[in-house]
């Protein structure tokens, strides 16, 4: 009763061609999942991986051709967010697919950065799905929070943003499960957890109405639980 979206490991190629062979990887992936109906997953990646850090124009071809690939197989593709070098390149590059006509990509964000409140509000409004994240970068102390307790206080205000657009949205998830436009909520944090159902209770949000997702091999119990409680679960492989 679990979702997966998987992630062919990788970041920070250092030539084309390297870029072009991850491209190709996730190709692979893609089209596993587009051959099996029965597959509930879909792909994220790192932008890094396909060509970033190296040129923006080989990496926005790259992209361009993975979602392409993506939207043959009906499987959604979800940008990671990687540390703040990358954070313009990365929400502009994802800007550029939609201005192409890409619908089926999203992005994820990380509470830990002063910026990401702004960020958050901007994508919403373009009815971008997000996953939100804490972050896991050494970033300096004028790009994040330095204290746990501010990340996870802007966490849940983050939070709230996602489920008060959702709620505005109350879009239902496909049947498949494959292409999330719904709110990530990405933690093995308890208490973020609990605020984010306790929210979406309260305003009157349905359980379709955001997603939880969690890493692979961690926090297992959580992940059933949830999944038994009638929420979407998600697992990064």
Same mark, same amino acid.
Not at 6 to 34: K, R, V
């Given at each position: 009763?679990?979702?997966?979206?998987l992630?062919?490991?990788?970041?920070h190629?250092?030539?084309p061609?390297e870029?072009?062979?991850?491209?190709?990887?996730?190709?692979?992936?893609?089209?596993?999942?587009?051959?099996?109906?029965?597959?509930r997953?879909?792909?994220?990646?790192?932008?890094?991986?396909?060509?970033?850090?190296?040129?923006?124009s080989?990496?926005a071809?790259?992209?361009?051709?993975?979602?392409?690939?993506?939207?043959?197989?009906?499987?959604?593709?979800?940008?990671?967010?990687?540390?703040?070098?990358?954070t313009?390149?990365?929400?502009?590059?994802?800007?550029?697919?939609?201005?192409?006509?890409?619908?089926? +990509? /999203?992005?994820?964000?990380?509470?830990?950065? !002063?910026?990401?409140?702004?960020?958050? %509000? &901007?994508? #919403?409004? $373009?009815?971008?799905?997000?996953?939100?994240?804490?972050?896991?970068?050494?970033?300096?102390?004028?790009?994040?929070?330095?204290?746990?307790a501010?990340?996870?206080a802007?966490?849940?205000?983050?939070?709230?943003?996602m489920i008060?657009?959702?709620?505005?949205?109350?879009?239902?998830?496909?049947?498949?499960?494959?292409?999330?436009?719904?709110?990530?909520i990405?933690?093995?944090?308890?208490?973020?957890?609990?605020?984010?159902k306790?929210?979406?209770?309260? +305003? /009157?949000?349905?359980?379709?109405?955001?997603? !939880?997702?969690m890493?692979?091999?961690? %926090? &297992?119990d #959580?992940? $059933?639980?949830?999944?038994?409680?009638?929420y979407?679960?998600?697992?990064?492989v």
């Amino acid at each position: 009763g679990i979702n997966v979206t998987l992630d062919h490991l990788g970041e920070h190629t250092n030539t084309p061609d390297e870029s072009q062979q991850a491209t190709d990887d996730i190709f692979a992936t893609l089209d596993a999942l587009g051959a099996d109906s029965a597959a509930r997953g879909n792909v994220s990646i790192k932008l890094t991986q396909i060509g970033l850090g190296l040129d923006e124009s080989l990496c926005a071809e790259n992209l361009e051709r993975i979602l392409a690939r993506a939207k043959q197989n009906n499987t959604f593709v979800r940008v990671d967010i990687e540390d703040t070098p990358y954070t313009d390149k990365t929400i502009n590059m994802y800007y550029a697919m939609r201005e192409k006509g890409y619908t089926n +990509v /999203g992005m994820a964000l990380q509470s830990y950065l !002063f910026r990401s409140e702004a960020d958050a %509000r &901007r994508l #919403l409004l $373009d009815k971008t799905p997000i996953r939100l994240v804490k972050g896991a970068y050494m970033e300096p102390p004028d790009k994040a929070f330095p204290k746990k307790a501010d990340v996870d206080a802007n966490y849940d205000l983050i939070t709230k943003i996602m489920i008060d657009a959702s709620l505005a949205n109350q879009t239902k998830l496909s049947k498949d499960g494959r292409v999330p436009p719904i709110p990530a909520i990405a933690s093995h944090d308890d208490n973020r957890i609990a605020f984010a159902k306790s929210y979406a209770e309260k +305003v /009157g949000l349905t359980k379709d109405g955001l997603e !939880f997702q969690m890493l692979y091999g961690i %926090r &297992r119990d #959580l992940q $059933d639980q949830l999944a038994k409680e009638g929420y979407p679960v998600r697992v990064y492989v």
